[in-house]
């Protein structure tokens, strides 16, 4: 049980595209779902934290018209980001709590997506 | 902030060696904290999850501790294989959800 899946799991774009991730929680509900982004050889950073039927809260230096979330249902985020640069090029990890599940619950991670801005 | 890191950030070591990898925190209010591995490329397999309230885990060859008051916690894993290699992160929540990451710790268990 607990799994999350991310689509696409690869995604190479010219600069200037728009490029969609999506998470899913494939056997719990989540209210909350969260995305990370992991530059070679560093920490997951956190970016944002979305939230079903309300606007994601971004981390201090995230753009939020850069990096659009959407958190439509109690399944599925998205991420969208908007005018891609190769700056942007990183690897982009989601992850989900249970709707049960209290503040101690773990997060399930999803197997990441990478992107390449060319 | 909550700051976590993780030493050493690098380890080679021979088959069926046992071996501590270390992680410490600078917010010692933390609700738990949990060790995960990451394969190249890959995302996050959870290990171990160790509440604010508890000493250690254990999960087969895998114990993790914890120290809330002195910020540290510890990873040891015994009669290393080299399945095994790959990076391990430690990561502590507070407040709210989101987790603070290590930049973590690769390992490379040599047949």
């Known amino acids: 049980g607990a799994v999350v899946s991310q689509h696409p799991s690869w995604v190479i774009c010219k600069s200037g595209t728009s490029v969609k991730i999506e998470c899913r929680s494939l056997?719990?509900?989540?209210?909350?779902m969260f995305w990370y982004r992991q530059f070679p050889k560093q920490s997951l950073m956190l970016m944002a934290t979305s939230n079903e039927g309300s606007k994601a809260t971004y981390e201090q230096g995230v753009e939020k018209d850069k990096f659009l979330i959407n958190h439509a249902s109690l399944t599925l985020s998205t991420l969208t980001v908007t005018s891609a640069h190769p700056e942007d090029s990183s690897f982009y990890i989601c992850?989900?709590?249970?709707?049960?599940?209290?503040?101690?619950?773990?997060?399930?991670f999803g197997p990441g997506t990478r992107l390449l801005v060319l | 902030k909550q700051e976590v890191t993780q030493i050493p950030a690098a380890l080679s070591v021979p088959e069926g060696e046992n071996l501590v990898l270390n992680c410490s925190f600078t917010d010692s209010a933390i609700y738990n904290l949990q060790w995960f591995r990451q394969d190249p490329g890959k995302g996050l397999t959870s290990l171990l999850l160790?509440?604010?309230?508890?000493r250690e885990q254990t999960s087969g060859r895998l114990n993790a501790s914890l120290d809330k008051s002195s910020g540290r916690s510890t990873l040891y894993i015994a009669a290393s294989q080299p399945g095994d290699s790959a990076t391990y992160l430690c990561?502590?929540?507070?407040?709210?959800?989101?987790?603070?990451f290590g930049k973590g710790t690769s390992l490379l268990v040599t047949p």
């Open positions: 992850s989900a709590s249970p709707l049960s599940g209290s503040i101690g619950e773990t997060q399930y």
């Open positions: 990561a502590v929540r507070n407040s709210g959800y989101a987790l603070n």
């Open positions: 056997d719990f509900q989540a209210t909350t």
């Open positions: 160790i509440q604010s309230s508890q």
